[in-house]
């Protein structure tokens, strides 16, 4: 078990990395802890990175998957669109370090948004000076 999140390996994600991912979204789909909106976020992700875009890092413990976080990489700012650290991983500061590890790789951006959050969640990126600015209306049509 990994004491550090210096111990953690961390790297963008290549389109060799599809089936890693594919095995680590099955992980996640099983999760209850995930929310219903991020379940589908693995076929997302494998589609990005076969089409060869950035923004997608992984993290590894001795070379298993331990997190993943999705980002779109625009011009002037990052939007993380979905952030997963496996259960066994978790309160290490993981998350926090991959989030970070973004803004490391792609530095001199106006703003980082969080566009997937929960009320779970908002604790996570509270602490990591995330602040909300727009709430927005959804009116749902099933
Ligand atoms: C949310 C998630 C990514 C956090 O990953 P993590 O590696 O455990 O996060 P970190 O260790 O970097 O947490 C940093 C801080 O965020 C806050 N935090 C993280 N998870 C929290 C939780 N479940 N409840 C309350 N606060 C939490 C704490 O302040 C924590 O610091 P502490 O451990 O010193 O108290 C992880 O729980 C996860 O994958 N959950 C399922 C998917 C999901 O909900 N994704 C995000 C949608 S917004």
Redesign the pocket.
């Known amino acids: 078990m990994k004491s550090s999140v210096n111990d953690y390996v961390i790297r963008e994600a290549t389109a060799e990395d599809h089936g890693m991912i594919y095995d680590f979204s099955l992980i996640?789909s099983k999760?209850e802890?995930?929310?219903d909106f991020?379940r589908n976020a693995g076929e997302f992700v494998i589609k990005k990175i076969e089409e060869g875009r950035s923004g997608v890092l992984l993290a590894f413990s001795d070379e298993e998957l331990a997190?993943i976080v999705d980002a779109d990489i625009l011009e002037s700012k990052i939007e993380i669109r979905?952030?997963?650290?496996r259960k066994d991983?978790?309160?290490?500061?993981?998350?926090?370090?991959l989030v970070n590890k973004l803004m490391e790789i792609y530095p001199n951006k106006e703003m980082v948004l969080?566009t997937?959050?929960?009320e779970?969640?908002?604790?996570?990126?509270e602490?990591?000076g995330f602040r909300v600015m727009e709430w927005k209306m959804v009116k749902k049509m099933d």
């Not at 979905?82 to 650290?85: A, F, G, Q, R, W």
């Not at 991983?89 to 370090?97: D, E, F, I, T, V």
């Not at 779970?120 to 990126?125: N, T």
């Open positions: 996640a999760d802890t995930v929310p991020l997190g979905s952030v997963y650290v991983h978790r309160r290490k500061g993981l998350a926090s370090h969080a997937a959050v929960t779970k969640g908002k604790k996570f990126w602490s990591n």
